[in-house]
């Protein structure tokens, strides 16, 4: 096991030092992105309407950050699994689950806001969580155990 471990030493260090990205995207959201529903979903928000938002400036920043987690999400594939094509088809798919998240989120943050408070919710929750990879590595994971 420590031969394991010595032998992928550099994969681990870049592993972590990726997911300490993640994780310090989400320390300092609060200073880093502009987001009104952060401090609204942390109250009891099923009795608040919603804040003031800027429409323009709030997509914006979602877009950034789910711009920032998927590189770098893309990049712990690539120091993980160390193939290309699992990383091709994962800008794929992070391309199109992002328009379609943002498209969504708009489309019911303007039409459809105050009733579907947790929709949106959830939809936003993937907007600037990597939740993606948390899919993504067990689901190559397995496919590269299959193919042996």
């Known amino acids: 096991m420590l031969q394991v471990l010595q032998k992928n030493k550099g994969k681990i260090g870049w592993s972590l030092f ?16 502009y987001d009104p529903f952060l401090s609204y979903f942390k109250d009891e928000y099923s009795q608040l309407a919603f804040p003031k938002i800027n429409i323009f400036k709030l997509f914006f ?7 920032l987690n998927s590189v770098i999400s893309l990049f712990l594939l690539y120091v993980i699994f160390n193939d290309t094509q699992i990383v091709k088809f994962s800008a794929l798919l992070y391309m199109i689950l992002g328009s379609i998240l943002m498209i969504a ?11 579907n408070k947790m929709t949106l919710f959830y939809i936003r929750r993937f907007l600037i969580q990597p939740i993606f ?12 155990q299959i193919k042996k």
């Open 105 to 115: 989120f708009i489309f019911i943050l303007n039409f459809f806001g105050e009733e």
């Open 133 to 144: 990879i948390l899919l993504f590595i067990p689901a190559f994971y397995y496919q590269k």
């Open 18 to 33: 990726l997911i300490l990205l993640l994780i310090l995207i989400r320390a300092f959201e609060e200073t880093l992105f």
């Open 61 to 67: 920043s979602l877009g950034i950050r789910f711009y």
